[in-house]
């Protein structure tokens, strides 16, 4: 036990090499997009809009899809109304009061973990940013079961409770509902990889150095 604490303590302890610093730089930058691009985005087909609706969901806020003769999230909103569900608005999802800036906050610590360059602030950067990614997730998620399940009884169209799918396809009613992370989400996703190799590479260097010493 011993020993796995002394060996735990002395990878945190290990200074960080150019490239793993770059690679944190790097991650950093791959943060910015996620305030301009959508995180996910919901289509909707059926006979009556065979061209689709779509639903954006931004860091900040959602957005229907426009076009010269309507908007979107007018139109996804009308036909919830029909069957009972909570209208989709931005001041119902919290989740944009925070997740701006606890993007910022991920971006000053990556900078910090970069500037410091010790490995420790590299594995604190990376546990957070994955604790993030999956608490959002789960947010998310829960998010689509209360919207499908919270359903008013007095409604014109009666459905049973759903929840929409958060990966993939689905069929409600008389639409089709595709949902699937958008840009921006791939942009974050490629982030915690990233700390990896950063992690790795420094690794890797400080192997190299105690062999060079061993010999020496």
């Known amino acids: 036990m011993r020993r796995f604490i002394d060996s735990t303590r002395a990878f945190f302890e290990l200074p960080l090499d150019l490239r793993s610093r770059v690679l944190i730089l790097v991650a950093a930058l791959m943060l910015i997009p996620t305030y301009f691009f959508p995180l996910w985005q919901m289509t909707l087909y059926s006979n009556q809009f065979p061209e689709g609706l779509e639903l954006n969901i931004y860091s900040t806020k959602l957005e229907g899809g426009k076009s ?9 909103n009308a036909l ?4 009972g569900m909570k209208p989709l608005i931005d001041d119902d999802f919290t989740e944009f009061k925070w997740i701006p800036f606890v993007l910022g906050g991920m971006i000053l610590l990556a900078l910090r973990a970069a500037v410091i360059g010790k490995m420790d602030k590299l594995v604190d950067l990376e546990v957070l940013i994955t604790y993030f990614g999956l608490f959002s997730l789960w947010s998310f998620s829960h998010k ?9 009884p007095t409604a014109a169209v009666k459905v049973p409770p759903f929840t929409p799918p958060m990966f993939g396809h689905e069929t409600m ?8 992370p958008a840009l921006g989400s791939y942009f974050m996703t490629v982030v915690p ?3 990896l190799a950063a992690m790795w590479l420094s690794r890797k260097s400080a192997g190299a150095r105690n062999q060079q010493a061993a010999k020496a």
Do not use: Q, S
């Open 80 to 83: 919830n109304h029909y069957i």
């Open 173 to 180: 009613a008389n639409f089709e509902v595709y949902n699937f």
């Open 193 to 195: 990889f990233l700390l």
């Open 144 to 152: 689509l079961y209360l919207y499908g399940h919270n359903l008013d």
């Open 68 to 76: 010269e003769y309507r908007d979107d999230l007018k139109e996804i």
